[in-house]
T-cell receptor, first 113, second 111 residues
Framework: DTAVSQTPKYLVTQMGNDKSIKCEQN?????MYWYKQDSKKFLKIMFS???????INETVPNRFSPKSPDKAHLNLHINSLELGDSAVYFC????????????FGPGTRLLVL | GQQLNQSPQSMFIQEGEDVSMNCTSS?????WLWYKQDPGEGPVLLIA?????ELTSNGRLTAQFGITRKDSFLNISASIPSDVGIYFC???????????FGKGTHLIIQP
């Protein structure tokens, strides 16, 4: 009965690799998000997406790309991983008409070596 | 971009004490929210505030949306061990979907 789920929970990889993180929500929400939490616990929005529009935080490198196969999924693909990409990545979702009430997944801990 | 100043950065308190933390912003938000994050987990929504001056409670937690729409506070009464964690304020502006988060208040309860 998990609301927002992410896989994998841990991801350790080499610099230069390409990786994907998957997110699924079973809440019937229409908007999904990706956030990055750095080592100092600072949370920053990366993307918000619904079936109508993608809003990108202008500070996010274009090596990061969200892909949504359907309304319940928003995956995050990262090309040419760099050391500075190491962080915890959180997926979230929100219902139509209440986009401020966002429900977060458990996070994916990415370590780039 | 917008920034939220959250204070204090950390708090060391005794069980049973009351806790107060706040957030201020240089710009106006239409919605203020408070989240709690436990170790190894994602943030969980505690309270959402929608109107300037609004005061809302959730059990032992009380939060207020400042009149100027540039600040909010969260109080926790009679703290218990499970209150330990990181508390984040967050704001949302009209038309923007992503939340702007404060840097968090680490709450540590000493036995």
């Amino acid at each position: 009965d998990t609301a927002v789920s992410q896989t994998p929970k841990y991801l350790v990889t080499q610099m230069g690799n390409d990786k994907s993180i998957k997110c699924e929500q079973n809440l019937g929400h229409d908007t999904m998000y990706w956030y990055k939490q750095d080592s100092k616990k600072f949370l920053k929005i990366m993307f918000s997406y619904n079936n109508k529009e993608l809003i990108i935080n202008e500070t996010v490198p274009n090596r990061f790309s969200p892909k949504s196969p359907d309304k319940a999924h928003l995956n995050l693909h990262i090309n040419s991983l760099e050391l500075g990409d190491s962080a915890v990545y959180f997926c979230a979702s929100s219902p139509a008409g209440a986009r401020e009430t966002q429900y977060f997944g458990p996070g994916t801990r990415l370590l780039v070596l | 971009g917008q920034q939220l100043n959250q204070s204090p950065q950390s708090m060391f308190i005794q069980e049973g004490e009351d806790v107060s933390m706040n957030c201020t912003s240089s710009s106006i938000f239409n919605t203020w929210l408070w989240y709690k994050q436990d170790p190894g987990e994602g943030p969980v929504l505690l309270i959402a505030l929608y109107k300037a001056g609004e005061l809302t409670s959730n059990g032992r937690l009380t939060a207020q949306f400042g009149i100027t729409r540039k600040d909010s506070f969260l109080n926790i009464s009679a703290s218990i061990p499970s209150d330990v964690g990181i508390y984040f304020c967050a704001g949302r502006s009209g038309g923007a979907d992503g939340l702007t988060f404060g840097k968090g208040t680490h709450l540590i309860i000493q036995p």
